[in-house]
């Protein structure tokens, strides 16, 4: 756990820390892997990371006209792509949008607490449901690769829980 997530899915907390800890995470691990945090990713990743709800690429490519860049599609998919490669951020298929990691430098299956309300996502980490589904798969004859769990629902802000 290195800070960046609140443990409460729309607990107010101070986000320009959230962000300036994903931009400097990002920035030591694509160092570490090799890759290239270029300006344009560095850009779509801090758009993604502007709040904790989920941002389609249309949305990314307007705001980064916002900010005096005229990016092209091809241009945003390919940064939202490397950006997923990496680990940096995730896409959340039930809204076709996309997420910013709280914790890229661990392997991690995300569970993904999704508010139908304020649109808030909070990615749980669960050993345990992982462990609990691979042998369920198991039990099948199944073998888990991957596991995105997209759950639907109200989060604590909005009276969700409790
Ligand atoms: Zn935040
Ligand atoms: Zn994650
Ligand atoms: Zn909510």
């Known amino acids: 756990m290195d800070g ?13 820390a959230c962000v300036s800890a994903a931009l400097e995470t990002a920035a030591e691990l694509c160092r570490r892997q090799g890759s290239r945090l270029t300006p344009v990713r560095r850009q ?3 758009i993604v990371w502007e709040s904790h709800r989920p941002v389609k690429a249309y949305d990314v490519l307007a705001r980064l ?10 241009t945003v ?15 959340i298929e039930g809204l076709n949008a996309f997420i910013g990691c709280a914790r890229p430098n661990d392997a991690h299956t995300g569970y993904f607490l999704i ?7 909070t ?10 589904l691979g042998q369920e798969a198991a039990g099948l004859g199944f073998t888990v ?6 759950i639907f629902g109200l989060c604590a802000a909005c009276g969700g829980g409790r």
Do not use: N, W
């Open 77 to 91: 998919y390919r940064a939202l792509g490397f950006l997923i490669d990496q680990g940096l951020i995730h896409r």
């Open 44 to 46: 779509v990743l801090e």
């Open 65 to 74: 006209s916002d900010h005096g860049r005229a990016a092209k599609p091809p």
């Open 4 to 16: 960046i997530e609140t443990d409460i899915p729309g607990a107010p907390h101070d986000h320009d």
């Open 145 to 150: 690769k991957a596991q995105t769990v997209e």
């Open 115 to 121: 508010c139908e309300r304020c649109r808030a996502v």
């Open 123 to 132: 990615e749980m980490a669960s050993p345990r449901l992982e462990t609990l």
